[in-house]
């Protein structure tokens, strides 16, 4: 696949991920996180041009989408993915508690979504 394909995948994925909590009956199973999940393991696999790929999904017109992007790219573009973060952990709601709890695992070092 392209990147520019993973990275789309990466994207609908986050996005029917989050919509697909908020419904009634709704699968417990993730495989909307798992797609998204494959996604950014086969960038990474593609080193920093994989991550820089990612990148543009700091900018997505969903906030839940430029959230997850942003948490993991936080290694790969700090200020920018903290920027993202921060604004998000500022609202309410699921993406708020997610971009509040990735600035707190990162600043106590536990982050661990694109290790080295």
Do not use: S
């Amino acid at each position: 696949m392209t990147l520019e394909g993973l990275v789309k995948e990466f994207a609908e994925n986050v996005a029917a991920q989050t919509d697909a909590i908020f419904q009634v009956g709704a699968d417990p199973e993730d495989r909307h996180g798992d797609r998204y999940i494959a996604a950014f393991d086969e960038l990474r696999a593609r080193g920093n041009e994989g991550r820089e790929a990612l990148c543009i999904l700091l900018k997505h017109p969903r906030m839940d989408v430029r959230a997850t992007a942003a948490a993991f790219l936080l290694r790969y573009r700090t200020a920018e993915a903290r920027a993202v973060l921060e604004e998000a952990a500022k609202g309410e709601g699921l993406v708020a508690f997610g971009a509040q709890q990735t600035l707190k695992g990162w600043g106590e070092g536990v982050w661990d979504l694109d290790p080295e």
